[in-house]
T-cell receptor, first 115, second 113 residues
Framework: GAGVSQSPRYKVAKRGQDVALRCDPISGHVSLFWYQQALGQGPEFLTYFQNEAQLDKSGLPSDRFFAERPEGSVSTLKIQRTQQEDSAVYLC?????????????FGPGTRLTVL | GNSVTQMEGPVTLSEEAFLTINCTYTATGYPSLFWYVQYPGEGLQLLLKATKADDKGSNKGFEATYRKETTSFHLEKGSVQVSDSAVYFCALGSSGGYQKVTFGTGTKLQVIP
């Protein structure tokens, strides 16, 4: 079966441009997470959705970052007026249901480079 | 807040050597603990997990035991293979509601023939 997919896999943006990163979770998965992984670091939590509801956005680094999941399936992470410090790999993960023991399945990530 | 500290890499071992990657954590409540692995060019994969104190997670010859008294979750393997070369992340999941995972910085393992 298909896993979590993300597109594009690589994105180069000029400083100040807006970007949109897409995540297709595993079909039927209720929970969806976005993480940011800087070079040489572990992933850091950005935001969490349960179906279409964004229940936690405490990890979003600034108001330039916005995420949505309007129909409870595909999610988009948007970054406005990109800065060099936004360069990182953005990971999406999904899990079947909410709950502390439910495994998160990760996508391959989108590597964003801001010039 | 929650945090995870793991040994810095890179770790270079010969094939069939014994592997230990140390991991300690700070958390409130009773978190779940995980080891994730990232093979070159691939996404993060769950390697093993433990959900309560004294649980032992195991998979593909790797083991880790949830030690609440020492707040540790060290990863071990008795005999590594070249195919184990990857980056290993220790992580913990929040103890309530949805699982907000906190990761360590990762340890790169290189196994040479």
């Amino acid at each position: 079966g298909a896993g979590v997919s993300q597109s594009p896999r690589y994105k180069v943006a000029k400083r100040g441009q807006d970007v949109a990163l897409r995540c297709d979770p595993i079909s039927g998965h209720v929970s969806l997470f976005w993480y940011q992984q800087a070079l040489g670091q572990g992933p850091e939590f950005l935001t969490y959705f349960q179906n279409e509801a964004q229940l936690d956005k405490s990890g979003l680094p600034s108001d330039r970052f916005f995420a949505e999941r309007p129909e409870g399936s595909v999610s988009t992470l948007k970054i406005q007026r990109t800065q060099q410090e936004d360069s990182a790999v953005y990971l999406c993960a999904s899990s079947l249901v909410e709950g502390v023991h439910n495994e998160q399945f990760f996508g391959p990530g989108t590597r964003l480079t801001v010039l | 807040g929650n945090s995870v500290t793991q040994m810095e890499g890179p770790v270079t071992l010969s094939e069939e050597a014994f592997l230990t990657i140390n991991c300690t954590y700070t958390a409130t409540g009773y978190p779940s603990l995980f080891w994730y692995v990232q093979y070159p060019g691939e996404g993060l994969q769950l390697l093993l997990k433990a959900t309560k104190a004294d649980d032992k997670g195991s998979n593909k010859g790797f083991e880790a035991t949830y030690r609440k008294e020492t707040t540790s979750f060290h990863l071990e393997k008795g005999s590594v293979q070249v195919s184990d070369s990857a980056v290993y992340f220790c992580a913990l999941g929040s103890s309530g509601g949805y699982q907000k995972v906190t990761f360590g910085t990762g340890t790169k393992l290189q196994v040479i023939p």
